[in-house]
């Protein structure tokens, strides 16, 4: 069954801890993307990689950091210098520029 | 900066009824426009999406509209119903660049 899994589904932290969200496809995509989404902002790039071992920044970077050390996966650490976390988090994948990404059914993180 | 605006936030039409969605953009370097349909709980699925040398694209009841000199393309989803109430967001893309409008929430009164 492909698809992209993103797990756990809901996730709940105190304040000032790191905490990683697992994003795993099986598709076969070479690119790899996390959004958040916030009520009326639609979705915004955090990070996105194109190949293993290699990502880039994206809009709103800053108290976020991934890891790409393997094609099928590329988690998400949501650090304490990430002044607002509670959101909902998508992780998407894409063949190529000319194709749709893909979403995961998302991780809603709420930080307390 | 918002790249792609999109109107209306929400959205209330009847059951049989058109529904359209509208979005702008302004980067004319973007290439590709898709159109997600998003349920609670769940990630964006895509709908439907069209290149700008195409100005009409229609796939069963949903049409997407583009308008390349006004910068503007729009989703028509004819014969609305129950089942299609969800957040629809409209993106613009070019390379790894993607930017996604602020989604309209359509509910579809039976």
């Known amino acids: 069954d492909g698809g992209i899994t993103q797990s756990p589904k809901y996730l709940f932290r105190k304040e000032g801890q790191n905490v990683t969200l697992s994003c795993e496809q099986n598709?076969?995509?070479?690119?790899m993307y996390w959004y958040r989404q916030d009520p009326g902002q639609g979705l915004r790039l955090i990070y996105y990689?194109?190949?293993?071992?290699?990502?880039q920044k994206g809009d709103i970077a800053e108290g976020y950091s991934v890891s790409r050390e393997k094609k099928e996966s590329f988690p998400l650490t949501v650090t304490s210098a990430q002044k607002n976390p509670t959101a909902f988090y998508l992780c998407?994948?894409?063949?190529?520029?000319?194709?749709?990404?893909?979403f995961g059914n998302g991780t809603r993180l709420t930080v307390t | 900066q918002q790249q792609v605006k999109q109107s209306p936030q929400s959205l209330i039409v009847q059951k049989g009824g058109i529904s359209i969605i509208n979005c702008a953009y302004e980067n004319t370097a973007f290439d590709y426009f898709p159109w997600y349909q998003q349920f609670p709980g769940k990630g964006p699925a895509l709908l439907i999406a069209?290149?700008?040398?195409?100005s009409e694209k229609k796939e069963g009841r949903f049409t997407i509209s583009f308008n390349k000199s006004a910068k503007q393309f729009s989703l028509h989803i004819m014969d609305s119903q129950p089942g299609d109430s969800a957040t629809y967001f409209c993106a613009a893309s070019i390379n790894n660049d993607m930017r996604f409008g602020a989604g309209t929430r359509l509910t579809v009164k039976p």
């Open positions: 069209i290149r700008p040398d195409v």
């Open positions: 598709l076969n995509h070479d690119a």
């Open positions: 990689s194109q190949i293993v071992n290699d990502f």
């Open positions: 998407a994948t894409r063949t190529d520029y000319n194709s749709p990404l893909h």
